[in-house]
């Protein structure tokens, strides 16, 4: 198995520009996330999806636009582009409840994103 | 609102010390705790995690315990060694907002000194 993958790795836009950031997941998990990790503040949710075609906002969701059309992909898009959105992206997926028990979440390595 | 602390924020220790990180959060209704570790410029490695009903979880070197009742977490690491320089990261899954989510706390940046 793959895991969590993500693309790219490395991005830099000017303000203004749209642009797509992919993740999949090969683990056929229901639950995908998206997080943002700043420095001082710690990594902040997204957006979420708890199955294809469900998808809903976390902390900080804006600026950026989700969708979720099969299990393994959960792409982020930014719409326009802010040098407030300047960090490091996160995809994260987890096969979810089971019983009382929640299973670990899985995190993709990562896309650092600069807007100029 | 459930907050997750973690002190130190920053340990820098010798090799082959055994050592504790710690984690608190201020709610005690979590369904888990999951411990992680990050290396520069890197995505977060799971290497820990431990169900409410559970008081402790191990692997290797590692163990964690989890004391829901007074909202405690530790990490304990033996045998320290340079290839554990990483920050380590606690999370608790929890509903917010009718929503199951993970709240991260901000990491403790442990060196081990050759």
């Known amino acids: 198995n793959a895991g969590v993958t993500q693309t790219p790795k490395f991005q830099v836009l000017k303000t203004g520009q749209s642009m797509t950031l992919q993740c999949a997941q090969d683990m056929n998990h229901e639950y995908m996330s998206w997080y943002r990790q700043d420095p001082g503040m710690g990594l902040r949710l997204i957006h979420y999806s708890v199955g294809a075609g469900i998808t809903d906002q976390g902390e900080v969701p804006n600026g950026y636009n989700v969708s979720r059309s099969t299990t393994e992909d959960f792409p982020l898009r930014l719409l326009s582009a802010a040098p407030s959105q300047t960090s490091v992206y996160f995809c994260a997926s987890t096969r979810g409840r089971s019983g009382r028990s929640w299973d670990e979440q899985f995190f993709g390595p990562g896309t650092r994103l600069t807007v100029l | 609102k459930q907050e997750v602390t973690q002190i130190p924020a920053a340990l820098s220790v010798p090799e082959g010390e055994n050592l504790v990180l710690n984690c608190s959060f201020t709610d005690s209704a979590i369904y888990n705790l999951q411990w992680f570790r990050q290396d520069p410029g890197k995505g977060l490695t799971s290497l820990l995690l431990?169900?409410?009903?559970?008081r402790e979880q191990t692997s290797g070197r590692l163990n964690a315990s989890l004391d829901k009742s007074s909202g405690r977490s530790t990490l304990y690491i033996a045998a320290s060694q340079p290839g554990d320089s990483a920050t380590y990261l606690c999370a608790v899954r929890r509903v917010i907002q009718g929503a199951q989510k993970l709240v991260f706390g901000q990491g403790t940046r442990l060196t081990i000194n050759p």
């Open positions: 431990i169900q409410s009903s559970q």
